[in-house]
């Protein structure tokens, strides 16, 4: 186990000393989830029945800001190649980087969420239930979002690709993620924080399988 | 114990273009093999390829370990010792935090003795608690070598290894070298410059 946290620290570090980490996603959040009741206006029936979307929304575009780099910054100083040939498997190496990228990304904006959630006039079973779904729905993120960062490995301008590789499929975290708020709502159970869950589940156990082969793919390149 | 590389009809191919093509050679434990060859003619690639990142396009790569060859690439890159054109450091990093990270890395924590006296060896010691961007061209090259020496791998792939390096230094990658041969070791080094008395070459 211990190469496995020596890449999942080192990740760690780096994201507070090279930037790129939880700061800059945490304030990409906040600022959304300020400008958003800005632009709608002070309409608090409306504002709280969009605020679950928005804010799922607003926390996956940010924890996006960082993802880009996960392995391409390995990729160009050639760390990657040590890794590759380290103890670690790349599977076991892509599961570290995955789960530093949240411990830095997903975890600090889920703890953010119930404060954001006040501008946005949820009831505090609705904001717990978006702080429970972003706590659920978040390392699917980043463990997804590890899978375009895979594909952009070589790809100069790839940080603009990857947008367009992942979100797509992670429409079912933000449609689920948003109904489990609405849920809360309305108080009608809907099933989607259980649907959220599994989704998350099977995609972070999956993720760091196809993100080893697209870095492997990436290496032969 | 490693004992020895065997590469056989080795076609190497990035693309559609084919750089090397019906390569054999060996290379026995306590050998150092000299990749020679025009820039582009293929040396960088063949030893990606030897480290399992490339595919060959034909033939095989064999390392012998005692009486069982080890042909699955992956397998292969667990006994390999890279050195590659890049230095792999990160600038916010001290030498003795890249150096304590590889060690977790590959397995091999680090004792902080253990750390200086590798240090010491590459000529590092003042520099120890420097942040890597802060580090010369000449000077990364020689934490590089450290983190070499650290992974205690039987077989090292050099590629470039007296690249930005000073005469010391220079002098510092024979001695490992022959060092490393001496213990057993075997090393294939893409290099525009020899690597000592006594090691072969081979020209791509």
């Known amino acids: ?221 | 114990m490693i004992t020895s590389l065997t590469a056989e009809k080795l076609t190497v191919q990035r693309g559609s273009r084919r750089l090397v093509e019906g390569l054999s050679f060996t290379v026995k434990a306590g050998q150092a093999l000299a990749l020679e060859g025009a820039n582009g003619a293929g040396k960088t690639s063949l030893l990606r390829l030897i480290a399992g990142f490339l595919p060959a396009a034909a033939g095989k790569v064999t390392l012998r370990d005692g009486a069982t060859d080890i042909c699955e690439p992956e397998e292969r890159g667990k006994h390999i010792g890279w050195l590659g054109h890049h230095d792999a450091l990160k600038a916010s990093f001290t030498v003795s935090e890249q150096l304590a990270f590889f060690g977790k890395l590959y397995g091999r924590p680090l004792r902080p003795e253990e750390r200086l006296a590798l240090l010491d060896e590459v000529g590092l010691t003042r520099q120890a608690e420097l942040p890597c961007r802060y580090l010369s061209a000449g000077q990364r090259r020689r934490l590089a070598l450290a983190r070499l020496l650290l992974t205690a791998r039987p077989l090292w792939l050099l590629d470039e290894p007296f690249a930005a390096l000073d005469i010391a230094g220079k002098a510092l990658v024979g001695r490992l070298i022959a060092r490393h041969c001496g213990q057993g070791g075997i090393v294939l080094a893409a290099t525009h410059e020899p690597l000592g008395l006594g090691n072969e070459s081979l020209r791509l």
């Open chain 1, 1 to 221: 186990m211990t190469p496995f946290f020596a890449l999942l620290g080192r990740d760690l570090r780096l994201s507070v000393r090279e930037g790129g980490g939880a700061a800059l996603a945490l304030g990409f959040f906040a600022l959304v989830a300020t400008l958003v009741p800005l632009g709608v206006g002070p309409d608090l029936v409306l504002l709280s029945k969009v605020g679950g979307g928005i804010l799922w929304v607003g926390a996956v575009l940010a924890a996006l800001l960082s993802l880009d780099r996960l392995f391409q910054a390995d990729y160009e100083d050639g760390s990657l190649d040590l890794i590759a040939v380290s103890p670690l498997s790349l599977e076991a190496a892509a599961a570290a980087k995955i789960a530093a990228h949240w411990l830095s990304t997903g975890l600090p904006l889920t703890l953010l969420s119930p404060l954001l959630a006040l501008m946005f006039g949820l009831p505090l079973a609705a904001s717990l239930m978006l702080f429970l779904s972003l706590l659920v729905g978040t390392p699917v993120v980043s463990a997804v979002g590890a899978i375009g960062a895979s594909l952009i490995l070589g790809l100069r301008r790839g940080g603009l690709l990857l947008p367009l590789i992942m979100l797509p499929l992670l429409t079912p975290a933000v449609i689920f993620g948003a109904g489990t708020v609405s849920a809360a709502l309305n108080g009608m159970p809907n099933g989607a924080f259980e649907i959220l869950a599994a989704f998350s589940f099977a995609g972070t156990l999956l993720s760091p399988f196809v993100a080893a082969a697209g870095v492997r793919l990436n290496l032969a390149g």
